[in-house]
Each structure stands twice: as structure tokens, then as C-alpha cells.
């Protein structure tokens, strides 16, 4: 089946730690993208990418690492700089960059990150 | 930049009845997306239904439908016949239409609660 595949579900940090979380697409989009969640708010935007070795920071991008190395494949790493990672991170996908009608964006299940 | 606003943190329905989320939104341009995306216990996010602002009519689908209003800069979303099922967060999202990268910026979010 088609669709995105977030990796681990449950993910727990340790003070100092970094730690990844993992995104892979089967829908060949060109375009993936890292939000972050947290309790009772709104999606924010963290990174970005619209094509393969390309990325952009979004809103809130200090304390996070990414890499787009394939095509299906958009990393997120949360490094020991962000002091605040406990949240739900959703990673989604778009069929290219462009801001089209059909162009929408399809999101994967979550990882819930969480600081011991 | 632009913002979304839904001024409801929660709204209550009897099943079979209808019930509408309000969302406001605040941008300089003329050309956009608006978006509703439903966020079940899940947590996956699922597109309800879009509306390009160059359309003056209101988008529908099946049970959902918006009433845009371009000059008040408003999209809310009328859920008809409701059915437990919907019971969700409910956010509207915002895209602009002539930017690469195909970002969304996301509103607070809507708890609608479906009473049997």
C-alpha cells in the first residue's frame, strides 16, 4: 500500500541525547515536510524539503537536524539544543513544490517524543 | 505573515445534527488554499475538503461543507448529520498559492465532540 511510514511511534530522549525520527514515503512525492505538535495546539512547520539535497527551515527549525538524501526518505533529528522536544511530530508528503489545487499534502501517523 | 485563527476550543453535537467551526484567517494576498484536516484519537491528520479562494463557490463534500467568505476572511466548515465518527480535532490550514514549497500554516485547532 502506498502512503507514509513514520518510525518509531514512541520515542523517549535522554538529557543530552539525539535522537532520530524516521519518515519514508512510497508515493513518489517530491516534496516532504516535519511538523510538530504539541498538547492542544496547532501543526508548526520545523523543515521542509521540495526536492532530493534540498532543504529549508521552516518556523521552528533551532534545536532540529534534517537530511534528503532519497527521494522517499526525510529524517528528523533532535539534537541536545532543543530543550523543549517533548511533542507529537508528523511528517507529511506532497507530489511536488508547487502550490497547485492538487497538490495536497498527506500526512504519516506520528512519533510521540518524549524527555526521561 | 500569514495566521489562522479558530476562536472554538470545543464544540458539542447530538448525532444527526449539525454543528459549524469557525476559522479566520489574516493575509496581505489574494491568491490561496484554505484547508480543514481532521486529527482523530489516531492522531493521523486527514483532509476533510479544500477551497481555492479564487472560487466563489463553496466547496462541499458529502456531509461537509464551507462557507468562504473572502472579504471577511473567513472558512468555516458545517458538519451535517453528524455521526460519531466525526468526533475529532478539527484544523483549518492556510497555504499560499503563489510560494514554492507548498507550506501550511495551521490554526489552533477545534475539539467537536458527537453525543449519542
Known amino acids: 500500500d502506498g502512503g507514509i511510514t513514520q518510525s518509531p511511534k514512541y520515542l523517549f530522549r535522554k538529557e543530552g541525547q539525539n535522537v532520530t525520527l524516521s519518515c519514508e514515503q512510497n508515493?513518489?512525492?517530491?516534496?516532504m515536510y516535519w511538523y510538530r505538535q504539541d498538547p492542544g495546539q496547532g501543526l508548526r512547520l520545523i523543515y521542509y524539503s521540495q526536492i532530493v539535497n534540498d532543504f529549508q527551515k521552516g518556523d521552528i527549525a533551532e534545536g532540529y537536524s534534517v537530511s534528503r538524501e532519497k527521494k522517499e526518505s526525510f529524517p528528523l533529528t533532535v539534537t541536545s539544543a532543543q530543550k523543549n522536544p517533548t511533542a507529537f511530530y508528523l511528517c507529511?508528503?506532497?507530489?511536488?513544490?508547487?502550490?497547485?489545487?492538487?497538490?495536497?499534502?498527506?500526512f504519516g501517523a506520528g512519533t510521540r517524543l518524549s524527555v526521561l | 505573515a500569514q495566521t489562522v485563527t479558530q476562536s472554538q476550543p470545543e464544540m458539542s453535537v447530538q448525532e444527526a445534527e449539525t454543528v459549524t467551526l469557525s476559522c479566520t484567517y489574516d493575509?496581505?494576498?489574494?491568491?490561496?488554499?484554505l484547508f480543514w484536516y481532521k486529527q482523530p484519537p489516531s492522531r493521523q491528520m486527514i483532509l476533510v475538503i479544500r477551497?481555492?479562494?479564487?472560487?466563489?463557490q463553496n466547496a462541499t463534500e458529502n456531509r461537509f461543507s464551507v462557507n468562504f467568505q473572502k472579504a471577511a476572511k473567513s472558512f468555516s466548515l458545517k458538519i451535517s448529520d453528524s455521526q460519531l465518527g466525526d468526533a475529532a480535532m478539527y484544523f483549518c490550514a492556510y497555504r499560499s498559492a503563489p510560494a514554492a514549497g507548498n507550506k501550511l500554516t495551521f490554526g489552533g485547532g477545534t475539539r467537536v465532540l458527537v453525543k449519542p
Open positions: 508515493l513518489n512525492h517530491d516534496a
Open positions: 477551497q481555492e479562494a479564487y472560487k466563489q
Open positions: 507529511a508528503s506532497s507530489r511536488s513544490r508547487t502550490a497547485i489545487a492538487k497538490n495536497i499534502q498527506y
Open positions: 493575509t496581505s494576498e489574494s491568491d490561496y488554499y
